[in-house]
């Protein structure tokens, strides 16, 4: 009879082994988190889904897939959890119970490929409305603003970043990808930058509105209400919008950044945006030319560049804002800076009127090859995003999408963006 029980116990014991994703081998806690923090610091990067092996030297299961912004946040939290053998959970976004690593659905399968299908469950059911349900809104300080967490938009711009590290000069590191196209590869984007709280919070600067820095909530707490979470702080909601960032940055900041500091990274993050516009509009374009007709909602929404573009708008004037302020800079800086910005001291509005065509000269700064043979720089693309003749519609060419000439308007159009000056 024991001989039976054991056998028993045994076959239940390798069942078990069998049907879970992995196998847990450790528990999460205060020092498995601190670990995590360290991991996400040194070892996240826009690389994950490129690269060959994980940071432990093992295969990477996970090459070659395509993320979106969610998708991103919960694969900085799984790759972890799947190379330490911790929990892994997530609350199912299409029912009442728990997504986990216990789950037995892909049985017979490798280790590896039942990690890889169930990220790619994960990437199909999650999202940025699913993302609240597994985190928590945290207080604007070191001790929970820090590597491994996610910045979340309101569902009006659906977004999501995930945080690399918080720089001692208080400006986040975000890791993060956007819509995923036809054509996009696998690695993701990175920004050492601000976005602009009015578009983080817009509509909604409530605990309602799920937006801000988010900590992934504990495994007990999946399901529980949100406020029952240890760390949950509603700071974050009570700041006016046209002091967040100042008021964050003062927070979490442990030295003062320098003027030319601030431009040189103010200067990348605007270089930044402009080229990652680049391999977007060039996906909406080979897309609306193999479709042959005009875009669909979905299509539309998934090849259009309104955020985008909005979100260069953003990184450009936090320049000028930086700029118009700043004292200490070095002569190159200067010159480049002008070129931008020629009229810094009056409004953007009466600049950019006053402002003609940009050519690349020896001031130039961020020269793009946005086209096949053509090239402008960073001043001449923001003088055409200014003036409203950038096009967010991939139905349009590609001349009209960099603003050389007007849309046809032949397409429906959905949620197009200008600038507001």
């Known amino acids: 009879m024991r001989i039976h029980v054991l056998a ?17 081998r450790n528990n999460w806690n205060s020092s498995w988190e601190e670990r995590y923090v360290s991991w996400v610091r040194s070892s996240w990067t826009v690389n994950a889904l490129t690269q060959s092996t994980l940071s ?49 659905r892909w049985d017979g399968q490798s280790e590896p490929a039942k990690a890889r299908a169930f990220l790619n469950l994960i990437y199909n059911v999650g999202s940025t409305r699913s993302l609240p349900n597994d985190s928590f809104p945290v207080a604007l300080s070191r001790s929970y603003v820090k590597p491994g967490i996610m910045l979340l ?17 208080g400006v986040p590191h975000l890791v993060f990808n956007s819509t995923i196209g036809a054509t996009s590869g696998s690695k993701l984007q990175e920004r050492t930058s601000w976005p602009n709280p009015g578009w983080v919070f817009e509509g909604d600067q409530t605990p309602s509105g799920h937006a801000g820095f988010r900590a992934f909530r504990p495994l007990a707490y999946l399901g529980r209400p949100v406020w029952d979470v240890p760390g949950y702080s509603e700071e974050q909601y009570r700041i006016p919008l046209s002091q967040w960032t100042s008021r964050a940055t003062g927070k979490l900041a442990t030295q003062k950044e320098g003027d030319q500091a601030k431009m040189d990274r103010l200067m990348k993050a605007a270089c930044d945006a402009f ?16 479709i042959g007709r005009c875009m669909t909602y979905a299509e539309y929404d998934t090849y259009s560049t309104p955020s985008r573009d909005e979100r260069l708008f953003d990184d450009l004037m936090a320049l000028r804002s930086g700029f118009k302020s700043a004292s200490k800079m070095d002569q190159k800086t200067l010159r480049r800076l002008r070129k931008i910005f020629p009229a810094v001291q009056s409004g953007a509005r009466a600049e950019n009127q006053a402002m003609r065509a940009q050519g690349v000269t020896a ?24 003036a409203g003749a950038v096009s967010n519609n991939p139905n349009d060419d590609i001349q009209a999408r960099w603003g050389e000439r007007r849309g046809s308007n032949s397409c429906q159009s959905w949620g197009e963006w200008a600038p507001n000056l």
């Open 8 to 24: 028993t116990l045994l076959l239940l014991a390798s069942t078990s082994a069998q049907a879970a994703v992995w196998n847990n």
């Open 153 to 169: 938009a309101t569902q009006k711009n659906h977004h999501s970043w995930t945080l690399q590290n918080m720089l001692s000069i």
């Open 275 to 290: 080229k990652q516009r680049v391999s977007s509009v060039n996906e909406g374009v080979q897309a609306r030319a193999s």
């Open 363 to 386: 001031d130039s700064f961020c020269v793009v090859e946005y086209r096949r043979g053509v090239s402008m720089d960073l001043s001449e693309m923001k003088r055409r995003l200014f």
């Open 56 to 104: 432990n030297g093992e295969a990477n299961p996970f090459k070659g897939m395509r993320a979106d912004c969610a998708d991103t946040v919960y694969t900085m939290r799984f790759v972890f959890a799947y190379m330490n053998k911790l929990p892994f959970a997530i609350k199912d976004p299409t029912g009442s119970g728990v997504l986990s690593n216990a789950m037995s």
